[in-house]
């Protein structure tokens, strides 16, 4: 398949493709006569694979983890649930750090009059670094 193909069946962005295959996730395609990359199923699944992880926040070094697990063939389930806990870990920790986000940004727009004045609490509260 041509990469247009294999990005309508991914999903993905045909300059992500080529980013991936410059990075190293997705493995270089072979070539047809008329120069155009030809791809295999073998990419269609990597590319399904790296769409998933990264859809679950994972980062692009991690992808390379994960993906040189399955090109090794030398992991442990164990070793695969250890790096899922630490992403989860990373997750948690984000969520916490936005609910503290949410609640100071409320506090700040609960006190502001909203009125048409050139006085505003919430930007004094910030420029003075109150909040």
Not at 28 to 37: C, D, G, K, L, S
Not at 55 to 83: H, N, P, Q, W
């Amino acid at each position: 398949m041509h990469i247009g193909e294999l990005a309508f069946r991914t999903g993905v962005n045909i300059e992500t493709i080529r980013y991936y295959e410059r990075e190293g996730i997705l493995p270089a395609p072979a070539r047809a006569a008329n120069n155009y990359r030809t791809y295999s199923d073998r990419h269609l699944r990597r590319l399904h694979f790296v769409r998933r992880v990264r859809g679950l926040g994972f980062t692009l070094e991690e992808v390379r983890v994960l993906l040189s697990m399955i090109d090794g063939g030398d992991y442990t389930c164990a070793e695969v649930k250890t790096l899922g806990e630490q992403h989860l870990a990373d997750i948690r920790k984000k969520i916490a750090d936005l609910r503290r986000m949410e609640h100071a940004l409320s506090e700040l727009v609960a006190r502001c009059s909203g009125e048409r004045t050139p006085d505003c609490s919430m930007l004094e509260t910030l420029f003075n670094g109150e909040a």
